[in-house]
């Protein structure tokens, strides 16, 4: 099994309805890949970078919109947001790799 790292933001926040929590990819423009594999040292010190990264204003506004965003109303919990919209990760359209993740996280805690 191969491990695979993106930035992602998990956000709970609450409402009178109880809890919500939501996920968002932000992988924002910063210094963060200066520490990282030799790849994204690579992009990040190319013009590459301004295409796959946003801004840290970007970032930061789809944190406060989903922090002070009402879950149910604004947003759905349990989803996965990017650009303020709901999307599917390419991972979690693999079936067979969604079996195997359920599979080890039931084992691990003892299902």
């Not at 409402?15 to 929590?21: C, R, T």
């Not at 989803?79 to 993740?101: C, H, I, N, Q, T």
Request: charged share 30%.
């Amino acid at each position: 099994m191969r491990a695979r790292s993106e930035p992602r933001t998990i956000v709970i926040t609450g409402s009178s309805d109880g809890i919500g929590a939501a996920a968002a990819r932000l992988l924002v423009g910063s210094n963060f890949g200066a520490e990282n594999s030799k790849v994204l040292r690579f992009l990040y010190r190319t013009k590459l970078k301004d295409r796959i990264t946003i801004t840290p204003e970007q970032g930061a506004d789809q944190l406060v919109w989903l922090a002070e965003g009402v879950p149910g109303d604004d947003w759905r919990s349990g989803e996965y947001y990017e650009k303020r919209r709901p999307r599917v990760p390419r991972g979690a359209r693999d079936e067979a790799a969604s079996a195997r993740l359920w599979d080890l996280s039931a084992n691990w805690v003892g299902l």
